[in-house]
């Protein structure tokens, strides 16, 4: 008895003893892990030591909030590969599969994960992990046809560490590592919580949308959350859209980007390492790569599998002025003439919601707006275009007969359903008393959505669409009385969405859809709008159809334009635009603006005088604020706003030609309009940086004044990367070798600098771009030191539906070479309207006079040019050349 009981103390002294030795080698083992290496393991409030332990994981408390206290050690796992399958006969495709052999602190780990690794192109790499005994989630746009596998040679390769749960990519041509998940950050596959870490390769990240941040993103354990939901612009915030994608330049320059193609809500934590977590509460890991390796590439790999950008219509890219607050048509119509008659351009007028009867979709007021539909007709008559707002919801109380939209929806059962029902899910908008929202995954709602926008074009012959509160926004949180206890509305993890709630400000999460759950579909809700109604558009109008939205997922842009929603009216907000119009460039959203002069908030008459000078250079031009605050069109704010309004917008008008065609090469490419410096000059490193300045294309530089210091100065610092510049207003010459220079910044002008080596077609301006589009063409060539240039100019009718893809169109390149410039027809389509190039400015000559000028060996009669030898700018006019045939052009001083 005496010796068991000596043996029991002996046993327990053992124990006690092996305990303390494995817990000084696990605290030897946390001990190695850095600051800057802690991935987080106690992602929801209330980390303690005690509870960390429990989660086998590494304790040491932060004062920093931002760094974790509670992180993973390294060896920590929960999964093994249990087999790998095919890939001893197909590197390019094959799958494994990761046994579950632990334990995670969330419901419901998958027992088995099935890992998939496709080759989709050569530039392409596809990494699929879900349950292979049961469909989940997975989100239905963008549309994806079926891959298969490619069996050529890659530029990339996968290794499989079978020790560790993860997998890496690897660069070939210079063995990088673009991600690498083996053994850190803690995989786990549950059912509400999916997590998986990775290793970068560089500090240069960008993307990740929609947040306001600057261009290039902090690595300094920045957290990001992705749920739709309707939040005024402001730094650490969800806001309106979902663009998990992200864009990395590495240390070598080459560049790839990375899709988490996941539409739950979700975390992603950037952190020092550098490295990136993922951290969603539902559907699987859909990763994509795509390889670049220039930053061009990446956006055309990743537009090749989401669908390139819409072509808009040419009257789009003139300028828009709308208001919260018009209150009736007599309201819109003073502020609509006092635009034209100051002579600013301006192209479409829009009415926010106060032109709706109670403020219902699909209706107008004919008491307050009565005439609305003649004034459009008028509109029309004078070249111009009408946008009104359309909401997501519908409203929900209507009596029974008066209200098609509500009766047609309920018959047709295609709105948006209470869980375990067929009634509709009832929340509360702009609508009088309740609202109800369409069902965008449901079949049947493309048609009922069509049906009832042409009612209202049978009203009101409005010619494109602004759809909001679409994601979704609802004023009450969940229902009237908030939503029941449940997994989906309270899951065990909950990413950081404003309030923690994921039913704040929009439906509750159970609510049932065509297809699944509001929970897996709400940041894709935007999207199902923008398809409906551009597919309404193109049926009713027969016309390219047009359309601003404010939330956004993936691949929107083939149906959509966006702004960026609702911006406070303050320097601030005008310098955070940049960046913000920048960020949709990664997403393959080329159409985007901010409100010009701000939304909420009372803007200044300096503030707005240099917010409508960059505002003439975001892709989408529009003025637009809310009912509290002053009026701010252009008029309203005074002398000094309408003179730069209407010299930036002539500029901008002038050079509508270019834009144009920018926007035709993303509808056909895949390439950027408004693009970062960095695109062009991927080899300056300087450049990753900036997002203060940006360029159209490859050839005009836009250097906005953005601060009021700057502002009182009428001075602006900008960096010139290396090459030649001219100042587009006085052809000035700036050689550059890539550093800071000081540009004078009058109180009535934007900074424009030309790029040497290429050629922008313009065009006379005129106050409408109906009007402008039949002027004469120029040319303005500004040449490189070695006396050469490039350019191209595309042009169909404007508004048809697939021009592109019917062949109506006009496609021309010119090139100067040798003082020789040569126009080339690069395609001739069905296109019927005169092409007459008038002028043509040629910038940067190397001679010291010009003489003679031939074109097709007949020489120019010497009144129709001129030469400024210290401007080293020649000026040709009068040509009245027929731009659908080919020309040689040259110039010579003997």
């Not at 080759?119 to 989100?139: G, H, I, Q």
């Not at 890659?154 to 660069?171: C, D, E, W």
């Not at 650490?236 to 990375?258: K, R, T, W």
């Not at 819109?332 to 008659?341: A, D, G, I, L, S």
Request: proline share 5%; net charge negative; hydrophobic share 35%.
């Amino acid at each position: 008895m005496i010796r068991n009981k000596w043996m029991t103390l002996f046993l327990a002294l053992m124990l006690i003893l092996k305990n303390i030795e494995s817990k000084n080698i696990e605290d030897g083992e946390c001990s190695l892990i850095s600051v800057n290496e802690r991935f987080d393991c106690h992602p929801e409030d209330g980390a303690s030591e005690l509870a960390c332990g429990s989660r086998n994981c590494c304790w040491k408390f932060s004062d920093n909030i931002n760094i974790p206290s509670c992180y993973y050690r390294k060896n920590w796992k929960i999964y093994d590969y249990e087999k790998i399958e095919g890939r001893e006969n197909n590197e390019k495709h094959f799958s494994a599969y990761l046994k579950l052999n632990g334990r995670s602190t969330y419901k419901n780990d998958l027992k088995l994960v099935k890992a998939e690794f496709t080759s989709v192109d050569a530039f392409t790499l596809k990494v699929k992990l879900f349950d292979p005994s049961k469909k989940r989630y997975e989100p239905p746009w963008p549309i994806r046809s079926k891959l298969e596998p490619f069996d050529g040679i890659t530029s990339y390769q996968l290794k499989i560490n079978q020790s560790a749960p993860g997998f890496s990519v690897h660069r070939k041509s210079s063995r990088i590592k673009l991600f690498d998940s083996n053994g850190i950050g803690g995989f786990i596959f549950a059912n509400q919580f999916l997590q998986i870490s990775s290793i970068l390769p560089s500090h240069n990240i960008y993307g990740l949308g929609q947040h306001r941040t600057h261009l290039k993103l902090s690595t300094n354990w920045q957290l990001l959350t992705f749920f739709s939901a309707d939040q005024p612009v402001t730094e650490n915030a969800n806001l309106y859209g979902s663009q998990p994608f992200y864009f990395v330049i590495e240390e070598s320059g080459d560049c790839h980007g990375v899709l988490f193609l996941n539409s739950n809500a979700m975390d992603v934590i950037l952190q020092p390492t550098p490295a990136i977590t993922f951290r969603t509460i539902g559907g699987i890991f859909d990763i994509y790569f795509f390889m670049g390796p220039t930053p061009e590439d990446v956006l055309k790999q990743y537009a090749n599998f989401i669908g390139n950008p819409f072509l808009p219509p040419y009257w789009s890219l003139g300028f828009h002025l709308s208001k919260l607050g018009y209150h009736t048509l007599q309201g819109t119509k003073e502020v609509w003439n006092r635009t034209k008659m100051a002579q600013i351009p301006f192209d479409t007028q829009w009415n926010d919601l106060d032109y709706m009867e109670r403020r219902n979709d699909f209706t107008y007021d004919k008491k307050r707006f009565e005439g609305l539909p003649e004034f459009i007709n008028e509109l029309h008559d004078q070249g111009m275009h009408y946008i009104p707002l359309i909401d997501a919801g519908i409203s929900g109380t209507e009596k029974h007969g008066s209200y098609p939209p509500l009766d047609e929806g309920l018959r047709r059962g295609i709105f948006i359903k209470e869980n375990g029902t067929d009634l509709p899910f009832y929340g509360k908008v702009w609508n009088p008393l309740t609202t109800v929202w369409p069902d965008f995954t449901n079949p049947q709602t493309q048609e009922y959505y069509k049906d009832m926008m042409e009612i209202a074009h049978g009203n009101f012959q409005f010619d494109g669409a602004w759809i909001d509160m679409n994601e979704p926004s609802s004023f009450i949180n969940g229902h009237f009385d908030g939503c029941p206890q449940n997994d989906l509305d309270n899951p065990q993890f909950v990413p950081h969405v404003a309030g923690r709630q994921l039913s704040r400000k929009t439906l509750c999460m159970n609510a049932n859809q065509f297809l699944g759950y509001h929970y897996d579909l709400h940041n894709t809700y935007g999207f199902g709008q923008a398809a409906a109604t551009n597919y309404a558009l193109s049926t009713i109008r027969r016309k390219r159809p047009f359309i601003i939205t404010r939330s956004t997922w993936i691949g929107i842009g083939f149906y959509a334009g966006a702004w960026t929603g609702d911006a406070y009216s303050s320097w601030h907000s005008l310098r955070m635009s940049i960046p913000e119009i920048l960020a949709y460039t990664f997403y393959q959203i080329p159409m985007v603006g901010v409100d010009i002069c701000g939304f909420d908030g009372d803007t200044t008459e300096a503030l707005c005088n240099r917010w409508v000078q960059v505002g003439a250079f975001y892709p989408f031009a529009r003025n637009h604020n809310s009912d509290d605050t002053i009026e701010q069109d252009p008029v309203s704010m005074g002398e000094l706003v309408v003179n730069s309004t209407r010299k930036s917008l002539m500029t901008r008008y002038e050079l509508l030609p270019y834009l144009y065609t920018l926007f035709f090469r993303a509808h056909k490419f895949g390439e950027t309009v408004a693009r970062p410096l960095f695109f062009e000059f991927i080899e300056d490193s300087e450049t990753y940086n900036i997002d203060s300045q940006f360029l159209w294309g490859s050839s005009l530089m836009i250097v906005p004044v953005l601060d009021e210091i700057s502002d009182k100065k009428e001075k602006v610092e900008s960096y010139i990367p290396h090459g030649i510049w001219y100042n587009y207003y006085t052809y000035k010459k700036i050689d550059s070798n890539g550093k800071n220079f000081t540009l004078n910044a009058p109180l009535d002008t934007i900074p424009l600098l030309v790029r040497g080596g290429y050629i922008l077609p313009f065009q006379k301006p005129s106050l409408t771009t109906t009007a402008s589009r039949k002027n004469d063409f120029g040319l303005l060539i500004a040449l490189s030191d070695e006396n050469k240039a490039e350019g191209e100019l595309y042009l169909d009718d404007g508004e048809s539906l697939d021009s592109v893809e019917e062949n109506k169109y006009h496609w021309l390149k010119f090139s100067v070479q040798d003082n020789i410039l040569r126009s080339n027809i690069f395609n001739s389509g069905m296109y019927n309207e005169k092409m007459i190039l008038g002028e043509i400015k040629i910038i940067g000559i190397n001679i010291n006079t010009v003489k003679r000028i031939l074109m097709n060996n007949k020489e120019i009669d010497e009144d129709k040019f001129s030469y400024n030898k210290a401007k080293s700018y020649l000026y040709i006019k009068d040509l009245q050349w027929n731009l659908k045939e080919e020309f040689i052009l040259s110039w010579t001083d003997i």
